[in-house]
């Protein structure tokens, strides 16, 4: 389920879900025939004087829906006891709307009849006697591992069941009755909480738990873990887990390719790399997963993947993870290949280098549709930190607000990058050494077009939007706005060092842009831009900008047909 903006109006803050009571977008809950299910669902909205109102589509017939007291924020009680006739799967999307800005979120809901599953229920009375079924059910998870066979699912009812468990190869489903907020394998610091360790497949699936207290098997994994297994992990909150080593939120390793379905990494801690997840060879699928406030001594406080790993990532959210030591706050990528769509890294801090996210030996990744926003380097690369690769695919990307206290703060491209981007949006972003907005350092190249760079700033007043030494170029820079990026836009050095004189225009091919300080090219002007907002952050074009349609008249124009406009908000919409 997507957020869906409707009727947005500027100034205006959309309703949120309150999570909890609310549940995660896209949860899943089984209810047993005759089970009564329950759901809250609440909404706020920070502007005091809005009214809020949540509403529901979809819910199933004999199914109720009551209207909770207030209205900022509003609630809504959805309440189900199926019958036998209800079998199936059903979805249901939840609204909440302040008449200017709505929001949604959904559910599924699979009814069973009370036969052919496993159940667990930590509360059965009778646990020496429990034979898994609904009425005598298993009193520990792994008691009914041990007795599933290939296909089984195993239900698990509302509890904290202190164990370690192991798929042991199986192909089964370990899913919970009511979700994660409500049922919790707690690993009681003596090894890997989950385990996937013997060749298990995406048929082998653990939903919808809480992971916690777990402390790495072999040093590795605290919450999960996983070797030569690609098991499917979907609605989990992996959570105050730690491991010595490498993985404190999970570990996989030697070929395994886990998949990642709306999963939270919270609060875990690795003593070496990747504190929320560790991902070695193979390959990491993540759609709509949350990493918030996950550490690592060195490297990844959020993410580390490497060892020519495979990433296939969308809507992955990651924000206030710290690699204390050494680089990417957020995510270190090593020697990977694929594509990242939907990404949000906002507010990771590295000790050394890639406060955002830092990528080496990478073979041309793609982000699209991302930002980079309000992170930290103590080294180089506030926003983005990237060398020795092949070259770094973007597009729709902002990369805002980001700093480092050595140079580079929104990029630092070391060692024959090439950075080729559509619709980049580079602003605020600072350095205590030089170039604010990028940094390149020893054949490093840019092919930029249609791309906003704007207030960007480094002390030394060089390069303060795009620095560039040691046979740096810009290759193309196009159908783009350079404003207002302190006493120097755009800087690249003949040598080696900070204070080598400007090389001659011909490494810096600029052409129909708009430039603070007017460079030679077809096209180019120095003109205000006219931004709506600058003080909101708002770098569309006013009404009367000069920027509207006077891109390259050979290039493809804007969605509504007329000449391209430059910089990353053309009036006439982007040609994706």
């Known amino acids: 389920f997507l957020i869906e903006l409707v009727d947005y109006v500027p100034g205006n803050d959309c309703p949120e879900f309150d999570r909890p009571p609310t549940p995660n977008d896209g949860e899943n809950f089984v209810v047993m025939v005759g089970d ?98 609904s009425g005598n059910p298993w009193c520990a998870i792994q008691e009914a591992i041990d007795a599933a066979v290939n296909g089984d699912i195993i239900v698990v009812c509302p509890g904290v069941y202190p164990e370690n468990i192991n798929f042991l190869g199986k192909s089964i489903i370990v899913m919970s009755q009511m979700g994660p907020s409500v ?169 050394d280098d890639g406060g955002g996210i830092y990528m080496w030996n990478n073979d041309a990744p793609l982000f699209s549709n991302s930002q980079f926003n309000s992170n930290t380097a103590g080294g180089r690369g506030g926003g983005v930190f990237v060398k020795s690769s092949i070259s770094l695919e973007m597009d729709n990307v902002t990369v805002y607000n980001n700093h480092a206290d050595s140079h580079g703060g929104g990029f630092f491209m070391r060692n024959d990058i090439q950075l080729n981007a559509i619709y980049l949006i580079l602003a605020n972003n600072s350095s205590d050494g030089v170039g604010g907005g990028i940094f390149m350092n020893a054949h490093c190249y840019l092919d930029i077009d249609r791309a906003t760079i704007t207030g960007n700033s480094a002390p030394a007043h060089v390069g303060e939007g795009i620095y560039g030494r040691n046979m740096s170029r810009i290759n193309r820079l196009r159908n783009s706005i350079v404003w207002a990026n302190g006493a120097s836009n755009l800087f690249l050095a003949v040598g080696n060092s900070i204070g080598s004189a400007p090389q001659a225009f011909d490494a810096i091919n600029v052409t129909y842009t708009d430039l603070s300080q007017l460079l030679p090219g077809s096209g180019n002007m120095t003109a205000d831009p006219l931004f709506v907002d600058v003080a909101l952050h708002d770098y569309h074009l006013q009404a009367g900008s000069p920027c509207i349609d006077a891109g390259d008249p050979g290039d493809v124009g804007d969605l509504d047909g007329s000449q391209a406009d430059m910089g990353a908000w053309p009036t006439g919409g982007r040609i994706l």
């Not at 529901?56 to 019958?83: E, K, R």
């Not at 699928?285 to 969308?314: H, K, L, P």
């Open 183 to 351: 049922t919790t394998i707690d690993g009681q610091s003596l090894g890997s909480t989950v385990t996937f360790q013997f060749g298990e497949t995406s048929a082998s699936v653990l939903d919808g738990f809480t992971v916690t207290n777990g402390m790495g098997t072999h040093g590795v994994g605290g919450g999960i873990r996983i070797d030569q297994s690609s098991p499917m992990i979907v609605d989990c909150i992996i959570t105050g887990n730690d491991t010595a080593d490498n993985g404190g939120g999970l570990h996989a390793r030697n070929g395994s390719h886990p998949t990642l379905h709306g999963c939270v990494f919270e609060f875990n801690h690795a003593g070496y790399d990747g504190g929320g997840v560790y991902q070695e060879g193979g390959g990491l699928t993540m759609v709509d997963c949350t990493f918030e406030q996950n550490s690592a001594e060195r490297s990844g406080g959020g993410i580390y993947v490497r060892n020519n790993a495979v990433v296939n990532w969308s809507m992955v959210d990651v924000f206030t993870n710290t690699a204390i030591g050494e680089d990417g706050g957020g995510v270190y990528l090593d020697g990977i290949t694929g594509s990242v769509d939907e990404f949000t890294c906002d507010l990771n801090t590295a000790g």
């Open 36 to 133: 009564t299910l329950g759901i809250t669902v609440q909404a706020s909205d920070v502007n005091p004087g809005d009214t809020v109102t949540v509403t529901h589509f979809g819910i199933p017939s004999g199914s109720s829906w009551t209207v909770g007291p207030g209205t900022n924020p509003a609630s809504g009680d959805f309440s189900w006891t199926p019958v036998s006739s209800d079998v199936g799967t059903y979805s249901i999307t939840f609204g909440a709307d302040d008449t200017q800005c709505s929001v949604v979120t959904g559910i599924t809901i699979s009814v069973q009849e009370d036969g052919g599953n496993i159940y667990v229920c930590g509360t059965n009375p009778d646990c020496p006697n429990a034979n898994g079924t």
